[in-house]
């Protein structure tokens, strides 16, 4: 018998939130790690509001929607409003009932500068690595180290010289010569461009920086993780400026802060130099970095590379690349939504807890 084709509008609902959401879906068991994570962090929230007046949208709320913006490739905050006004399973993830309103995309913007003063990024990454089932999966002696490129908000027409001698308008705004044309014509042909006397007025922290020979320049900062060998999780996640020494540096600071002496260190041909090098040894780890013997002498010799452990760091190093795609494809942070190193640095930290919480249930259930 064929069913009538009409508009059903029921006044009630008999069934619960939680019960349309399939009991194997992939979201539950990385909301039960966040939930976990998010009430290690509530005696810090209760530190970041008042006691009286009027009550704010919940922090928890705040950080569950963001990492449902990485999960499922939300490219705004107003989108992610759109999709949690109507999405089901979004409000359940959130926290939200079904007849709850959701609140405006500016609520973000008013709550960010509370939560990256109090680094609650960084706090709610390493409370999610901090649970007891979560450390079991973590190597505690073999690392990698890589670094990454992450484009800056910003055109090459907002990279104009310190001193204010290019005329050109910022890019969105007009002259008064140009008939109000938002973007007059620019001939940059033969103009040198450089970070020592050129910034850029949309991200003065963006910095001019190609990956190699033969590629492009850009305004970027870079991405740093150290990830552990066992699994491939990320244990660390950092951002600076862009520069030819920043891999290094960036990556000796969380030897420093997460590998105890006795660790190994695999790395790319980028970090065969001695002061890497010598500054791994210091720490009391030993550094598994590819020989860059191509025009000049490696910084290390067979002392290091005869054991099989330097070759089992040299396979195990290029899983550091898997967080990089995901992030730069799926969450998606090839180019960054936000000016200030600062504040990029903060989503950066966010999204590397993401994809941790993509990957551990994966590992749990193995």
């Not at 005696?43 to 009550?55: I, M, W």
């Not at 999960?71 to 993830?93: A, G, H």
């Not at 070759?311 to 995901?326: D, L, N, Y």
Request: with cysteine; net charge positive.
């Amino acid at each position: 018998m064929r069913g009538d084709d009409r508009l059903a509008e029921d006044l009630f609902s008999y069934v619960r939130l939680e019960e349309r959401v399939p009991a194997r879906h992939p979201l539950r068991a990385i909301r039960a790690l966040v939930d976990v994570a998010l009430t290690e962090l509530s005696p810090t929230f209760d530190q970041l509001y008042a006691r009286d007046g009027r009550p704010s949208i919940p922090p928890e709320r705040l950080l569950r929607a963001l990492l449902l913006q990485a999960f499922y490739s939300v490219r705004s905050e107003r989108q992610l409003m759109e999709q949690l006004d109507f999405n089901l399973l979004f409000r359940w993830f959130v926290g939200l009932s079904i007849d709850e309103p959701v609140w405006d995309a500016s609520v973000f913007c008013k709550n960010r500068d509370r939560l990256i003063d109090n680094d609650i990024a960084r706090k709610f990454f390493e409370a999610t690595l901090n649970q007891p089932r979560v450390r079991a999966l973590l190597s505690s002696d073999h690392f990698s180290v890589d670094g990454t490129l992450i484009e800056a908000w910003a055109s090459m027409k907002s990279f104009v010289p310190k001193d204010g001698g290019d005329k050109q308008p910022p890019s969105g705004q007009s002259s008064p010569n140009d008939g109000g044309r938002r973007h007059r014509e620019r001939d940059f042909h033969g103009e040198k461009r450089k970070n020592d006397t050129h910034a850029s007025t949309t991200d003065p922290d963006a910095r001019l920086f190609r990956k190699g020979k033969g590629k492009e320049a850009k305004l970027c900062h870079m991405g740093h993780i150290l990830t552990e060998n066992r699994n491939g999780l990320i244990v660390d996640a950092r951002l600076t400026e862009a520069n030819g020494t920043a891999e290094r540096s960036a990556a000796l600071e969380m030897i420093q802060d997460n590998v105890r002496p006795g660790g190994t260190i695999g790395a790319d041909k980028n970090y065969d130099t001695a002061d890497f090098v010598a500054g791994c040894r210091e720490r009391g780890c030993t550094p598994h970095v590819a020989q860059n013997d191509t025009n000049r002498r490696s910084a290390i010799d067979g002392r290091t590379t005869r054991h099989p452990g330097y070759a089992v760091s040299q396979i195990k190093r290029k899983r550091i690349e898997e967080p990089f795609g995901w992030m730069k494809t799926v969450a998606p942070f090839r180019k960054t939504r936000h000016c200030g190193r600062r504040l990029v640095e903060w989503f950066f930290v966010l999204t590397a807890a993401a994809y941790n919480l993509v990957r551990i249930p994966k590992l749990l259930a193995a």
